[in-house]
């Protein structure tokens, strides 16, 4: 089992670009996270989905969208890039209310 | 305002000996609680959890304490290894919380020397 794993695993952009980060997750797991990382900050929760075709805000949702067309993808979406969406962003999916399984990360960087 | 706190950004401690996390939370509705393990350029890793019906839960060289009353809970590693330097983070769930979101502090980077 691969586990969870994000593509891609860097990115430099542009103000004003777009891009989707995929997260992919292959133990059946219907709740699904994207949490970014910031320098001395915990993990704050984006977005996530409670199952297949449903999305949900979370703590810091805006400049994001996410979609989740199929159970074991979780996609997140910046429509518009800006320099404080530089940041590593973690996918986690869970089959439970508390312990997630976590990806390696995108660190992603916004000029 | 932040719910879930660990004061100590940063701990170094010997090899062999045991090291301490602290992490404090404001929130009397949260009910688990677990740790979580990073290394650079990793995903956070599960490490051990603990619900609020207990005080002490244990899994080989890692036990975490948890006093309901004082809102604290801290993960003792015993003894510490190198390999266990990382960053650790506290995170707390509420009773009922939606989907299994989870608060987490801002991380303790734990330095083993050996």
């Known amino acids: 089992n691969a586990g969870v794993t994000q593509t891609p695993k860097f990115r430099v952009l542009k103000t004003g670009q777009s891009m989707t980060l995929l997260c992919a997750q292959d133990?059946?797991?219907?709740?699904m996270y994207w949490y970014r990382q910031d320098p001395g900050m915990g993990l704050r929760l984006i977005h996530y989905s409670v199952g297949e075709g449903t999305t949900a805000k979370g703590e810091v949702p805006d400049g994001y969208n996410v979609s989740r067309l199929k159970k074991q993808n979780f996609l997140l979406g910046l429509e518009s890039a800006a320099p404080s969406q530089t940041s590593v962003y973690f996918c986690?999916?869970?089959?439970?209310?508390?312990?997630?399984?976590f990806g390696p990360g995108t660190r992603l960087t916004v000029l | 305002d932040q719910q879930v706190k660990q004061n100590s950004p940063s701990l170094s401690v010997q090899e062999g000996r045991i090291s301490i996390l602290n992490c404090d939370y404001t929130?009397?509705?949260?009910?688990?609680f677990l740790w979580y393990k990073k290394y650079p350029a990793e995903g956070p890793t599960f490490l051990i959890s603990?619900?609020?019906?207990?005080d002490k839960n244990e899994d080989g060289r890692f036990t975490v304490f948890l006093n309901k009353s004082a809102k604290h809970l801290s993960l003792h590693i015993v003894p510490s290894q190198p390999g266990d330097s990382a960053v650790y983070f506290c995170a707390a769930s509420p009773y009922g919380g939606s989907q299994g979101n989870l608060i987490f502090g801002k991380g303790t980077k734990l330095s083993v020397k050996p």
């Open positions: 929130n009397s509705m949260f009910d688990y």
């Open positions: 603990i619900s609020s019906i207990k």
């Open positions: 986690a999916s869970s089959y439970s209310r508390a312990r997630k399984f």
């Open positions: 133990m059946n797991h219907e709740y």
